[in-house]
T-cell receptor, first 110, second 113 residues
């Protein structure tokens, strides 16, 4: 079974803090993704990566950056958290066509 | 027009009912079609996967793709309370490095005992 794990299930941070969300997959997948999910807006792609040290912007990259130093790990960074970044963050990894999701991190920015 | 449209529901049915969930799309280049199930406060899990047109059956679940009408469906037979979840359709183009999925916004389904 594919396993995608995320470092925290729930996280509370303050405005202006730097936030790191970690994602690890154990299936040697090339592709990894970060989404946020908000009521009424669905899943929106923030960033994705096709390979180590490769990254591409998704639909809503503003206010976020990513890092992929190792194949199994894909990190999402909020340089200066803001209240409008309160959301459910979902990481996924993909074997060509099929994406497998982690359990999600519910981030609250106060 | 949005690339993928999905009725958000909510949809409430009695246990044992047949459930039909649907998505329409506008991009004729989509070739791969998926359905994900997402329980409350959990990540989406892949339920069904279909390439191009046709039907695929897995137990109580059947996925249908009609590319001529740009319409996909997920049928759930003999629905159970454990099927209560949000169902997301997703699709993508084939070939190249276009691995991005386009998602519908999800339909919330409740199956009442």
């Amino acid at each position: 079974d594919v396993k995608v794990t995320q470092s925290s299930r729930y996280l509370v941070k303050r405005t202006g803090e730097k936030v790191f969300l970690e994602c690890v997959q154990d299936m040697d997948h090339e592709n990894m993704f970060w989404y946020r999910q908000d009521p009424g807006l669905g899943l929106r792609l923030i960033y994705f990566s096709y390979d180590v040290k490769m990254k591409e912007k998704g639909d809503i990259p503003e206010g976020y950056s990513v890092s992929r130093e190792k194949k199994e790990r894909f990190s999402l960074i909020l340089e200066s958290a803001s209240t409008n970044q309160t959301s459910m963050y979902l990481c996924a990894s993909a074997l060509v066509d099929l994406e497998f999701f982690g359990p999600g991190t519910r981030l609250t920015v106060l | 027009q949005k690339e993928v449209e999905q009725d958000p529901g909510p949809l409430s049915v009695p246990e044992g009912a047949i459930v039909s969930l649907n998505c329409t799309y506008s991009n004729s280049a989509f070739q791969y079609f998926m359905w994900y199930r997402q329980y409350s406060r959990k990540g989406p899990e892949l339920l069904m996967y279909t390439y191009s047109s046709g039907n695929k059956e897995d137990g109580r679940f059947t996925a249908q793709v009609d590319k001529s009408s740009k319409y996909i469906s997920l049928f759930i037979r003999d629905s159970q309370p454990s099927d209560s979840a949000t169902y997301l359709c997703a699709m993508r183009r084939s070939g190249g490095s276009n691995y991005k999925l386009t998602f519908g916004k999800g339909t919330l389904l409740t199956v009442n005992p």
